[in-house]
């Protein structure tokens, strides 16, 4: 059917069929992405909750590329840098940090999304269009052929219906990748809020500190 079909359904099945494999690349690629980044947070965060001061945390952690350990050097390095300030003014800034780095990594987890939605919202019109196309030039030999014999009809309309079926082939894993991983990346959201929490616990347990000032304990 692909052979015998017209040159614009065949260019429409064909970018199906690449929106097909783009989707289940990105899927797999966020899968693997989503578990280790998950797996990574769980595990920084587990020291967050045991650690007894920032700088504890961050001797734990060493210097690792996950996002608690960012958050963790990100709130160290704040409180080197800000020496001598007002507790207050220092759990500003660092909850301030917390909440850009926050953003980021959703940010980041986040790519590929959108060329998932894309893919599923308009793949079903795309297949539309080739099954439209399909069916006028089935009609066109009609007219030719001056014949409506099921048997000159029905070739054309097949080819035009293929291009309906890889439309709903392309956007149904689409959507559905699309849900599964909006829910794991709220859920990864929410790792890295937690994490941003304890931080910030760890930043007030160091300022309520008389005996040890907190540019020191984040050493």
């Known amino acids: 059917m692909f052979l015998n079909a017209d040159m614009i359904v065949q260019a429409v099945m064909i970018g199906l069929v690449f929106a097909s494999l783009v989707t289940w690349t990105v899927g797999l690629a966020k899968a693997f992405e989503l578990a ?53 003014a220092l759990k500003e800034r660092v909850s301030w940090l917390m909440e850009r780095i926050e953003v980021g990594a959703g940010r980041h987890v986040g790519r590929g999304m959108g060329l998932l939605a894309s893919i599923g919202a308009t ?27 099921l048997a000159v009809v029905a070739p054309g309309i097949a080819e035009a219906l293929l291009a309906t079926a890889l439309g709903l082939f392309a956007a149904i894993p689409a959507v559905v990748i699309y849900n599964v991983f909006a ?21 007030s347990r160091d300022t309520d500190r008389g005996s040890m000032p907190l540019a020191r304990a984040a050493e």
């Open 123 to 149: 793949a079903p019109f795309v297949g539309l269009f080739g099954t439209v196309w399909g069916i006028m030039n089935s009609f066109i030999g009609i007219s030719n052929a001056h014949t409506t014999n």
């Open 36 to 88: 280790a980044a998950k797996r990574r947070a769980c595990r920084g965060i587990a020291v967050l909750q045991a650690a007894r001061s920032l700088g504890e945390a961050r001797q734990q952690l060493g210097e690792d590329s996950d996002i608690v350990s960012k958050l963790v050097r990100t709130a160290s390095a704040e409180a080197n840098l800000s020496g001598g300030a007002s507790s207050e």
């Open 183 to 203: 829910r794991a990346i709220g859920g990864y959201r929410a790792q890295v809020a937690d994490a941003g929490a304890l931080v910030m616990r760890l930043v």
